[in-house]
């Protein structure tokens, strides 16, 4: 079984900084990628950034150049580095990877709320 753990939402001022992490457990042979999505109310989830095995990274554009996306040395965690946070960054945001147990799915974490207001 394996579990996506979140940490590091929540409640921050326009032009702060967060930084989420996601920590991957369980029966794991390999990670091909991992990711952060976010869900605003009434909106569809999107995915905020991307990063590969190795190493590869893609983004929302909407973020470039505000946002990093990180893998641990343990390769079983992913940081998301969130400067310069607007309002329209508020959302939940989730975990995902690409996880080859026995078999290979797709997994996700529970979500940690980011609120960015003054």
């Known amino acids: 079984q394996v579990q996506l753990v979140e940490s590091g939402g929540g409640l921050v001022q326009p032009g702060g900084s967060l930084t989420l992490s996601c920590a991957a457990s369980g029966s794991i042979i390999s990670i091909s990628f991992m990711g952060w999505y976010r869900q605003a109310p009434g909106k569809q989830r999107e995915l905020v950034a991307i990063?590969?095995?190795?190493?590869?990274?893609n983004y929302l554009d909407s973020v470039k150049g505000r946002f990093t996306i990180a893998r641990g040395n343990a390769k079983n965690t992913v940081y998301l580095q969130m400067n310069s946070l607007k309002p329209e960054d508020t959302a939940v945001y989730y975990c995902h990877a690409h996880i080859a147990t026995i078999s290979t799915s797709n997994y996700w974490g529970q979500g940690t709320q980011v609120t960015v207001s003054s």
């Open positions: 990063i590969t095995g190795g190493g590869t990274t």
